[in-house]
């Protein structure tokens, strides 16, 4: 590559890097306000911002070990030769420990005396059977691959590649917050389809997370065709390439939901409803109470 073109090249994957960091950082933000402004949690389960905490903690774990540990890079580049250099980026890191803050003040929202709030009986503090499940068969996961690990020892395959190594406890923890990450927005989803509204669910979450997918994916893309292996390089990093396409098809689920399926939060407050417009507060409590019974069984 010219040179010229891979500097241009290397300062766009930059821009984008921090772009995407930008959106999915200002993404987190409705839920928080909105809960603030409500002062309650009252229709909006723990089971989100729960599993938030165990992906993002996994997805930190991730970047920090394929940015710092001599070890993980040294066992990365030993298995993808044509592409020795994780296309992981500080700012991966960044977000994912801001993501998970982020989580871990939702998720303590859910116990209004520490905000202040008047606590009301409709308000859910234990996430669901499924969630749990989750959690700690993902734990299990985790714990048996470095079992195989201990156990191996190492170990080399006849082409002198690492069968068992440290690198496969990081990949299934990355595998973990794919995991989350597809279970997450599922009950929503669901939810505004039996509820046939959209009232209380951001938009703006929506579309900030679709663009920072689409940033996310582009900085991929431009890190592999540096490194010339083309397609490789986004595959060889499931984690990042996983992540934002799974995001991705669930943004646009929403947007469809919101924008063609059930119209705008106005025209869904008159025809669901038939009270014509109402105070925002009141929408909310009522998307609440339509939501418990669709997702309570989770």
Same mark, same amino acid.
């Given at each position: 590559?010219?040179?010229?073109?891979?500097?241009?090249?290397?300062?766009?994957?930059?821009l984008c890097g921090w772009a995407y960091f930008f959106c999915w950082t200002l993404s987190f933000y409705p839920?928080?306000?909105?809960?603030?402004?409500?002062?309650?949690?009252?229709?909006?389960?723990?089971?989100?911002?729960?599993?938030?905490?165990?992906?993002?903690?996994?997805?930190?774990?991730?970047?920090?070990?394929?940015?710092?540990?001599?070890?993980?890079?040294?066992?990365?580049?030993?298995?993808?030769?044509?592409?020795?250099?994780?296309?992981?980026?500080?700012?991966?890191?960044?977000?994912?420990?801001?993501?998970?803050?982020?989580?871990?003040?939702?998720?303590?929202?859910?116990?209004?005396?520490?905000?202040?709030?008047?606590?009301t009986t409709a308000v859910h503090t234990k996430a669901g059977r499924?969630?749990?499940?989750?959690?700690?068969?993902?734990? +299990?996961? *985790?714990?048996?691959? #470095?079992?195989?690990?201990? !156990?191996?020892?190492?170990?080399?395959?006849? /082409? $002198? %590649?690492?069968?068992?190594?440290?690198?496969?406890?990081?990949?299934?923890?990355?595998?973990?917050?794919?995991?989350?990450?597809?279970?997450?927005?599922?009950?929503?989803?669901?939810?505004?389809?039996?509820?046939?509204?959209?009232?209380?669910?951001?938009?703006?979450?929506?579309?900030?997370?679709?663009?920072?997918?689409?940033?996310?994916?582009?900085?991929?893309?431009?890190?592999?065709?540096?490194?010339?292996?083309?397609?490789?390089?986004?595959?060889?990093?499931?984690?990042?390439?996983?992540?934002?396409?799974?995001?991705?098809?669930?943004?646009?689920? +929403?947007? *469809?939901?919101?924008? #063609?399926?059930?119209?705008? !939060?106005?025209?869904?407050?008159?025809?669901? /409803? $038939? %009270?014509?417009?109402?105070?925002?507060?009141?929408?909310?409590?009522?998307?609440?109470?339509?939501?418990?019974?669709?997702?309570?069984?989770?």
């Amino acid at each position: 590559m010219i040179p010229q073109l891979e500097q241009l090249a290397r300062v766009v994957s930059q821009l984008c890097g921090w772009a995407y960091f930008f959106c999915w950082t200002l993404s987190f933000y409705p839920q928080i306000m909105l809960n603030i402004r409500r002062r309650t949690t009252e229709g909006y389960l723990p089971d989100y911002p729960l599993l938030n905490i165990l992906g993002f903690s996994c997805y930190g774990i991730t970047a920090a070990a394929f940015l710092y540990s001599p070890v993980i890079r040294g066992q990365y580049a030993a298995r993808h030769p044509a592409s020795p250099e994780p296309t992981v980026r500080f700012n991966d890191l960044a977000f994912a420990v801001h993501a998970c803050l982020c989580s871990i003040v939702v998720y303590s929202q859910f116990w209004p005396r520490l905000w202040g709030w008047k606590p009301t009986t409709a308000v859910h503090t234990k996430a669901g059977r499924t969630s749990i499940g989750i959690i700690w068969g993902s734990l +299990f996961g *985790v714990v048996i691959t #470095i079992g195989i690990v201990l !156990v191996s020892g190492n170990t080399t395959s006849d /082409g $002198g %590649h690492l069968k068992w190594a440290w690198i496969d406890v990081i990949n299934a923890i990355s595998y973990v917050k794919l995991l989350v990450t597809v279970f997450k927005y599922t009950p929503q989803a669901i939810s505004n389809v039996r509820r046939k509204s959209t009232i209380g669910f951001s938009i703006w979450q929506v579309l900030l997370d679709f663009s920072g997918g689409i940033l996310s994916l582009l900085q991929l893309v431009i890190d592999s065709a540096l490194q010339s292996t083309g397609w490789r390089g986004v595959t060889d990093n499931p984690l990042k390439f996983g992540l934002a396409n799974i995001s991705m098809l669930f943004d646009v689920i +929403f947007m *469809v939901q919101h924008y #063609i399926l059930f119209g705008p !939060v106005e025209k869904q407050s008159v025809e669901g /409803g $038939g %009270h014509g417009r109402r105070d925002s507060a009141a929408q909310s409590r009522e998307e609440g109470e339509s939501l418990l019974p669709a997702t309570e069984h989770r």
